[in-house]
């Protein structure tokens, strides 16, 4: 699909910057709080992760420019201050335990260039908010997590992956330069070149606060997908339709609640590229939730019971094998961001979502954890598989080559933290580890046991923070920060 109107230089929310223009010019972004000038306003919240499993109480900062986010540094103190973008990490990341937390989601617009594909955005614009301005116009994210509702800040400390890593990478694979707040208060322009760059794709947060970010969108033939389904009876039939020809957009979902051990449905997908006449399907490339669940929400009512009845109904209504149907982008990458507040589902103990990665030839691992949860009685409430291309050069990015599961757990189901222990020793044990944007539990052990190159980005991050200025409770847990 050529770009809709050529030639027109677009631009979404206000920002002026350009390609190459000094970061500083993004100080013209604002919004009605958070802007310079005024001194930073500190509101006490509880803020936790998607998961809702650690709340902890902080000083909010909201922060709509740099120079309202350079007012905000001396407030950090002894405790610290750490950036903050929609939340949707599902651990401790993005929180301070008593420090402060700097909301960067005001600061917030995009600038398009329809003739490269290069995107400049502030930090706090939302990939669904990039989406819906460019799909229209010829360009894709190249890089899309599971919800449209996530920063480009947010995006690029935790390195995100996509259902399409084996063909495409991490989404800090097409940040071609962005502009970082460090502790001293001055603002940097970075790429792949500087080892601080490296440190900061994937280094949730802790090098500093990605200000700005120069992203490349890849062209694309239409606001559609061509997906490719197969039921899968278990396991290792998933593991073959995961590797099968077909798009590059790949996940299983399994259900670990059936008689059935880990049946599911495996999708294949791609940009589709035919005649549009027959394509009689709506595009969006978000999605709207049409439900939220309420605040007050009984949180028994999710029952292994309850999902086993959908699961079932999910798993018939799949088509035992079908290709090439069309379905709408956000349709089809976002189906959660149909339902908002999902996480009140598990009430008020929250969930737990463990993510590890195994090397491609330790398919067992994933066959033991899914044989001991079983066993365990911990219910897995969702579970989704994807498959990984190699690393790259950022020495905290989750994805190795091999096979990443989610797993969606209870937090007050008995047992479960000793299983995921057991987990941990099984990951470690494989050259694998744990997504650290989703975690909430791991020791500082174990995280040097998964991270072989942990002590590379510990010193160039503290190099760039000697006084320790960046936390958040992930790191003191973890000890990525001393
Ligand atoms: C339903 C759902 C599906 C998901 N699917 C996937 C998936 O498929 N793949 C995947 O990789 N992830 C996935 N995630 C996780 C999510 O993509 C990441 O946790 C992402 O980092 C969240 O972005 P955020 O803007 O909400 O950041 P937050 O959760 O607010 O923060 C995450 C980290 O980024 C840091 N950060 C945020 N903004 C900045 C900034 N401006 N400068 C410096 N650091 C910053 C924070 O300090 C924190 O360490 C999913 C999450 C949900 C809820």
């Known amino acids: 699909m050529p770009p809709a109107e050529p030639a027109a230089r677009e631009t979404g929310r206000a920002f002026e910057p350009g390609r190459g223009a000094r970061q500083d010019s993004i100080a013209a972004l604002g919004s009605p709080d958070g802007r310079s000038g005024v001194a930073p306003v500190t509101v006490r919240a509880t803020l936790n992760g998607w998961g809702r499993v650690r709340p902890a109480p902080a000083e909010l900062v909201r922060i709509a420019d740099v120079e309202a986010l350079r007012a905000a540094l ?6 610290g201050l750490i950036a903050r973008g929609m939340g949707r990490s599902y651990g401790d ?10 909301d960067m989601t005001p600061h917030a617009g995009f600038d398009l260039d329809d003739d ?11 990939l669904g908010e990039l989406l819906r301005f460019s799909v229209p116009r010829g360009w894709m994210v190249p890089v899309l997590p599971g919800t449209q509702h996530v920063t480009v800040g947010g995006a690029i400390a935790s390195d995100i992956h996509g259902k399409n890593h084996g063909a495409s990478g991490t989404f800090g694979t097409y940040a071609e ?32 606060v990605i200000v700005w970010a120069r ?17 899968v ?86 088509p035992r094998r079908e290709r090439g149907r069309l379905e709408a982008i956000g349709r089809h990458m976002f189906p959660l961001d149909a339902l908002s507040e999902w996480p009140r589902l598990y009430g008020r103990h929250g969930f737990v979502q463990y993510q590890p990665v195994v090397p491609l030839d330790r398919e067992d691992v994933l066959r033991t954890m899914i044989v001991s949860l079983r066993r365990s009685g911990v219910p897995c409430y969702l579970c989704v598989l994807k498959d990984f291309g190699p690393a790259n050069a950022a020495p905290l990015s989750f994805p190795i080559r091999g096979w990443t ?78």
């Open 74 to 79: 001396p407030l950090g103190g002894a405790r």
């Open 93 to 102: 990341a993005a929180q301070r335990s008593d420090g402060v937390v700097l």
């Open 116 to 126: 490269s594909g290069i995107v400049s955005a502030a930090s706090g614009v939302t």
């Open 177 to 208: 330069a962005l502009g970082l707040l460090m502790a001293n208060g001055d603002l940097v322009e970075l790429t792949w070149r500087d080892e601080l760059f490296r440190a900061t794709v994937g280094g949730m947060g802790l090098t500093g």
């Open 215 to 231: 992203i490349a969108l890849r062209p694309i033939s239409s606001p559609l997908l061509a997906v490719d389904t197969d039921r």
């Open 233 to 318: 009876a278990g396991l290792d039939e998933a593991l073959a339709a995961l590797t099968a020809p077909g798009g590059p957009y790949r996940v299983a979902w399994l259900d670990l609640l059936s008689a059935a051990p880990a049946r599911g449905v495996v999708t294949r997908a791609d940009h589709f590229d035919g005649d549009r006449d027959r394509a009689a399907v709506a595009g969006s490339p978000t999605v709207r939730a049409r439900l939220s669940v309420p605040r007050r929400w009984p949180g028994g009512l999710l029952q292994p019971s309850t999902v086993r009845a959908f699961n079932e109904l999910r798993f018939r209504r799949s």
């Open 405 to 482: 599961i989610a797993l969606d757990l209870p937090r007050a189901a008995p047992g479960l933290d000793a299983l995921l222990d057991s987990f941990d020793e099984l990951v470690v044990a494989a050259g694998g580890r744990v997504y650290l944007s989703k975690d909430v539990r791991m020791r500082a052990e174990t995280v040097t046991a998964m991270y072989p190159r942990l002590e590379e980005w510990r010193a160039i991050r503290d190099g760039s923070d000697p006084e320790g200025v960046w936390r958040s409770d992930l790191a003191v847990r973890t000890g990525l920060v001393g």
